[in-house]
Every structure is written in structure tokens, then in C-alpha cells.
């Protein structure tokens, strides 16, 4: 079990708007620690989306957002599109076991 | 441009040793932190090491402490990870990543290379 919780799988038609939670704990999200998301499309690398819980960076549309509160943080995606359609993860800093940590992941489907 | 190259993944026996590298240019290398991220075959992210850019600390998730060694070459704008005593489970496509800003966030990210350990 990842120490960073999302659900497994998300879905939305095009234009609806859907979000990915990321749970973590005191030692990680809830100590302060920035959350991070990567999306990543089938065959390839993943790409940072967004940094430093709700920074985006040069290029992703800001369709994309992303918020932290407590021991959570979430990934936000509005007016959805078909090349949305990807993997996504969260990741963070524990500070109990002082290493970087990526949650289980969670696939969005465009229907 | 920023651009990774990863290379030296290739099928292995278990109990083998193998280096990967990672070629880094279009961005002074000697500046960042770097680190290394496998992906078993359709599963997830997973972060195993991280050196700083001076090359002086190193960080190891706890499935690879031991076996695993990471390191760089300034001059030559090269991280690498040495893997000893492979076992299966260390099958997975590995993925060299730069650290944007020491925050733990990778903006740039190598296509990865792919590590079969198989007998």
C-alpha cells in the first residue's frame, strides 16, 4: 500500500470537469510538505503538471489545477478533453522515512 | 532544449550487475539535483534515488538499498545507477528525472530504459 492514497480510476465525458484526490499523512502532506502531479499518456515518460501543490508549468493549459489542505491535496481538470485521457500521480516528501514518495496512481478516461 | 537520453537496459540474468546512465545537455547539469524513478510493466511510479548536484549525498528508497548505487560525472553531464544482484522484481523501465528546484518536483524526464531480469 502507497504511504500517498488516490483512487484507481476517474472518468468524465468532454467538458465536464472531474478531480483526483491524493490522501497522505502528518509525516508527508499534512507536515507541509508540497504535493507534485505527473500525468502520463500510455508508452510514454511522465510530465509534471503540476508543482509546489497549485503551480503549473510553462505550457499545461489551466484547465489543470491543483489545491492541498490538511493531510490531502487534489488535482483538478475542468472542460475535459479526449487527450486528457492518461495516468496520473501524486507525489510528496515523507519526513518520517526521508525519501520522495509517488501515490498508487489514477487512470482518467474520457468517455 | 532540456533532454535526458537513458541507455543501458538490455535483458539480464538474476544475480547479474548492470549501470545505467543517463546523458543530460541543453541545461547546466552541474546545477541540479537528479534522480532516478522505476515503473514495473503496467504499474506505477515508483522513486528509488537521488543525488544532489554536487554529487555528495545520495538517497535510496528502502527496496534497492544496497543493491543500489547512484552517482554522476559533472564533466561529463552524466548520472548513473549501478544494480547489483538483480532480481525479478527489479524488471521495469527506469527513468532518469531532474529535480526543477529542489523541492522533489522532476520537470524534465528521459524516455526511460527498459531492465528484463530474466533467466
Known amino acids: 500500500q502507497s504511504v500517498l492514497t488516490q483512487p484507481p480510476s476517474v472518468s468524465g465525458a468532454p467538458g465536464q470537469r472531474v478531480t483526483i484526490s491524493c490522501t497522505g499523512s502528518s509525516s508527508n502532506i499534512g507536515a507541509g510538505h508540497d504535493v507534485h502531479w505527473y500525468q502520463q499518456r500510455p508508452g510514454t515518460a511522465p510530465k509534471l503538471v503540476i508543482y509546489g501543490n497549485s503551480n503549473r508549468p510553462s505550457g499545461v493549459p489551466d484547465r489543470f489545477s491543483g489545491s492541498k489542505s490538511g493531510t490531502s491535496a487534489s488535482l483538478a481538470i475542468t472542460g475535459l478533453q479526449a487527450e486528457d485521457e492518461a495516468d496520473y500521480y501524486c507525489q510528496s516528501y515523507d519526513r518520517r522515512l526521508s525519501v520522495s514518495f509517488f501515490g498508487g496512481g489514477t487512470k482518467l478516461t474520457v468517455l | 532544449e532540456v533532454q535526458l537520453v537513458e541507455s543501458g537496459g538490455g535483458l539480464v540474468q538474476p544475480g547479474d550487475s548492470l549501470r545505467l546512465s543517463c546523458a543530460a545537455s541543453?541545461?547546466?547539469?552541474?546545477?541540479?539535483?537528479m534522480n532516478w524513478v522505476r515503473q514495473p510493466p503496467g504499474k506505477g511510479l515508483e522513486w528509488i534515488s537521488y543525488i544532489s548536484s554536487s554529487g555528495n549525498t545520495m538517497y535510496y528508497a528502502d527496496s534497492v538499498k544496497g543493491r543500489f548505487t547512484i552517482s554522476r560525472d559533472n564533466a561529463k553531464n552524466s548520472v548513473y545507477l549501478q544494480i547489483n544482484s538483480l532480481r525479478a522484481e527489479d524488471t521495469a523501465v527506469y527513468y532518469c528525472?531532474?529535480?526543477?528546484?529542489?523541492?522533489?518536483?522532476?520537470?524534465?524526464w528521459g524516455q526511460g530504459t527498459l531492465l528484463t531480469v530474466s533467466s
Open positions: 541543453g541545461f547546466i547539469f552541474s546545477r541540479y539535483e
Open positions: 528525472a531532474r529535480d526543477q528546484g529542489g523541492n522533489w518536483d522532476f520537470d524534465s
